[in-house]
Every structure is written in structure tokens, then in C-alpha cells.
């Protein structure tokens, strides 16, 4: 059974920081691409970022990180991080680990969720 399980969201305050993990299991993700995704009250899910192996680990992020997200894997533990510095109250919204083997923004994969709060 294939499962995806976040962890690290919170409330935190506006300009804090917030690092979600999402430990993978029952197969192997090693090539697979791995992202996140949010989705916000009243809004429809959007991406996020995602991380690929591959040429060092390729990247990519949504417009509205701004460089103020990192994404990271650690495939000897199975696990994805996502580091979320400058927290805006836009932020604010459930984020979902994904996994795909091929396309993330179509991902198989989702875990259930973690809900992250940025308060004024």
C-alpha cells in the first residue's frame, strides 16, 4: 500500500517559517517526481513545487513562491521536505505531498494533508 504522510504545518505567524516533511512508502519513489501542492479556503488546489531527480535535482515552484520555499528529498529516507520561510496569510491553506511517475501536476499520489495557518 502506497502512502504519503506530512507533517510540520501549524499556526505561525506572518514572516515565520514552517517545514513540512512527507515521508513516502510502499514502493519506491526514488524516480518518481515528487511535489507539493495547497489549497486554500473557498479555492481550488494549486501547486506548489516539486522536485526531480535527476541532473543534481531539478526544481521548479509556483510564481507566488518568490524564493521564499525550498524543496528538498532525501530518497535514503524516503522523504520530501519543504521549507517555508516569510509566510504570508495568503499561505494559509492545506498542503498535500503528490507523487508521480511521469507528470506531477496529474500525480497518482496524494497524501492526505497538513494544514498550515499564518496569522497576522
Known amino acids: 500500500q502506497v502512502l504519503l504522510v506530512e507533517s510540520g504545518g501549524g499556526l505561525v505567524q506572518t514572516g515565520g517559517s514552517l517545514r513540512l516533511s512527507c515521508v513516502a512508502s510502499?514502493?519506491?519513489?526514488?524516480?518518481?517526481?515528487m511535489g507539493w501542492f495547497r489549497q486554500a479556503p473557498g479555492k481550488e488546489r494549486e501547486f506548489v513545487a516539486s522536485f526531480t531527480w535527476g541532473n543534481g535535482g531539478l526544481t521548479d515552484y509556483a510564481d507566488f513562491v518568490q524564493g521564499r520555499f525550498t524543496i528538498s528529498r532525501n530518497n535514503a529516507k524516503n522523504t520530501m521536505y519543504l521549507q517555508m520561510d516569510s509566510l504570508k496569510r495568503e499561505d494559509t491553506g492545506v498542503y498535500f505531498c503528490?507523487?508521480?511517475?511521469?507528470?506531477?501536476?496529474?500525480?497518482?499520489?496524494w497524501g492526505q494533508g497538513t494544514q498550515v495557518t499564518v496569522s497576522s
Open positions: 503528490v507523487a508521480d511517475g511521469d507528470n506531477v501536476r496529474a500525480s497518482k499520489y
Open positions: 510502499g514502493r519506491d519513489f526514488s524516480n518518481y517526481v
